[in-house]
């Protein structure tokens, strides 16, 4: 079944355009998600949010999704519905360097039925945005 409707998740990785080889830096993730229509909060128990990044640091961004998901180096979780903080980043490659990762966005809804086992029905919807950036890597004079 094909699914027609658009999906308005927007994110913009906020982190220095250039940087020096080998030094370290903080950014953040600003985030916005049709799934903040279902909550907008990670500690309700009957609609549960998970929110992370997971990505490496590349100088080639080629490469299918599935792929990526294979090879990612690091994971920040969001800090609220709209930020995902990243922490001491740094690159060691000079030139051109790109953040290549998957933000994962999951809402498991707790609906109060139970399954044909006794178990609880929980509905789980999730959104993966691919996010990449491109940072400059110079060396420091």
């Known amino acids: 079944m094909k699914n027609d409707k658009k999906r308005y998740d927007q994110a913009v990785l906020i ?7 080998n030094e370290k830096y903080d950014g953040k993730i ?7 229509t279902i909550t907008t909060v990670f500690d309700d128990v009957k609609k549960a949010r998970f929110m992370y ?3 490496l640091t590349t100088n080639d961004k080629n490469y299918e999704v599935e792929y990526l998901k294979t090879i990612v180096t690091d994971t920040f979780v969001a800090i609220s519905n709209k930020e995902i903080p990243l922490y001491n980043i740094k690159f060691n ?8 990762g ?3 966005d999951e809402v498991m809804i707790e609906n109060g039925g139970k399954d044909k086992n ?24």
Request: hydrophobic residues 35%.
């Open 30 to 36: 600003e985030y916005k998600s049709d799934l903040d």
């Open 15 to 21: 982190f220095p355009d250039t940087v020096f080889v």
């Open 93 to 100: 490659r000079l030139g051109l360097n790109y953040f290549d």
């Open 118 to 141: 006794g178990g609880l029905n929980t509905r789980v919807i999730t959104h993966e945005t691919r996010l990449t950036r491109g940072v400059y890597v110079v060396k420091k004079k």
């Open 102 to 104: 998957i933000i994962t």
């Open 53 to 55: 990044y997971s990505f």
